[in-house]
């Protein structure tokens, strides 16, 4: 049984369509999740810089830098980003030690893939905030979204292989679907070949699933039934008229016999008698 005729059944092509259908769903399922959770995560992280913000633009201009430090100090899970810049970019406080040259001192939150974090200038991706303030100082909160896109690429994973997972599983399950009706078809082309021989006899193979093959193979049985009935009864037939035709048919056979004794020294006639 080759796998070609496998993947042809009806069995194996709805088992195959229905594991794509669920995969899709699945996918949409978990994009939505990933959608909505992403969207939540940032809304909150930007919700605390304009907090941040705001908390820092209510001190007083000579005391920004030590909260700076202050503030540098209680994140202990260094996810913040603090830093206070002169007017010309020079670094005043802070841990984010160059000033983004792509990022607008508009006071808007903007998203840097590479923020310089640290004495090392590590290279961090962050939501930043820039404002400047009144004292013509540049004021940078921001916030580390590395879990984010390591959500992200999470979420890219769970996509990938719960999609493989549920493919593989669906052709999985189709093919083990598919074998047993495949073999019920031998088997009734099997039948069909030697009622094709003249063995009105055989029948077509019937089981206790009571399925739609089933039901298939007892109709054909019993068209079967009622053809070798009908074949019975001509059969019958067949055999009454050739036995009443004997009798009528040996006397005139016997006539003509007699008739060609007679007509010996007649030759026209004997070949129409022959």
């Not at 092509?13 to 769903?25: D, G, I």
């Not at 201009?61 to 020079?90: N, T, W």
């Not at 540049?138 to 959500?151: M, N, T, Y």
């Amino acid at each position: 049984m080759s796998i070609s005729k496998v993947s042809r059944t009806v069995t194996f092509r709805l088992t195959l369509f229905f594991s794509l259908f669920f995969t899709l769903c699945v996918i949409m399922l978990l994009g939505f999740v990933y959608w909505r959770t992403a969207a939540e995560m940032i809304r909150r992280v930007d919700q605390v810089l304009v907090l941040e913000q705001t908390r820092f633009i209510r001190v007083a201009p000579e005391r920004i830098e030590d909260e700076i430090v202050k503030s540098i100090q209680r994140d202990q899970r260094h996810v913040y980003f603090y830093a206070l810049y002169a007017a010309d970019g020079h670094p005043i406080a802070g841990n984010v030690p160059l000033q983004p040259s792509a990022i607008p001192a508009d006071g808007r939150i903007h998203e840097d893939k590479r923020l310089a974090v640290g004495v090392q200038a590590q290279r961090l991706p962050a939501r930043v905030l820039l404002t400047r303030l009144d004292s013509g100082n540049v004021l940078l909160v921001g916030h580390d979204v590395q879990q984010l896109i390591e959500f992200g690429e999470i979420m890219r994973s769970a996509f990938f292989w719960g999609g493989s997972l549920t493919i593989a599983l669906g052709l999985a399950f189709g093919l083990a679907l598919s074998f047993r009706p495949l073999r019920r078809i031998e088997q009734i082309q099997q039948a069909c070949e030697f009622i094709m021989r003249g063995d009105f006899g055989r029948r077509l193979p019937v089981g206790r699933r009571r399925d739609e093959l089933d039901m298939l193979s007892a109709i054909v049985n019993r068209m079967l039934d009622d053809i070798e009935r009908l074949m019975l009864e001509i059969k019958r037939a067949g055999d009454n008229i050739a036995h009443d035709l004997r009798t009528p048919l040996t006397r005139l056979r016997a006539l003509l016999y007699r008739a060609q004794q007679q007509l010996v020294d007649a030759p026209a006639q004997r070949p129409m008698l022959d």
